[in-house]
């Protein structure tokens, strides 16, 4: 979560739309959580397995530029 935070901030800093979203793997006996950033409809700094092994809960993509 804090690298894509992190990597959010950034991006959006430089300009560029990315959201943050945050989905959950079912195993046999616990559910994993992950958070990943997605900018022109793509998963940055990640496989491109993510949004097929994670079912995202929530993303934030609206708000104001940062800095403003």
Known sequence: LQR???LLFFLR??????ELRIGI?????R???????VS???P?????EV?????PLCSF???PPLGA
């Open 4 to 6: 894509s935070l992190a």
């Open 13 to 18: 800093r430089a300009g560029i739309e990315a």
């Open 25 to 29: 793997h079912r195993l046999p006996d």
């Open 31 to 37: 559910l994993q959580a992950h958070a990943w950033v």
């Open 40 to 42: 022109a409809g793509s």
């Open 44 to 48: 940055i700094g990640e496989t491109g």
């Open 51 to 55: 949004e097929a092994r994670f079912l």
């Open 61 to 63: 993509a609206e708000a």
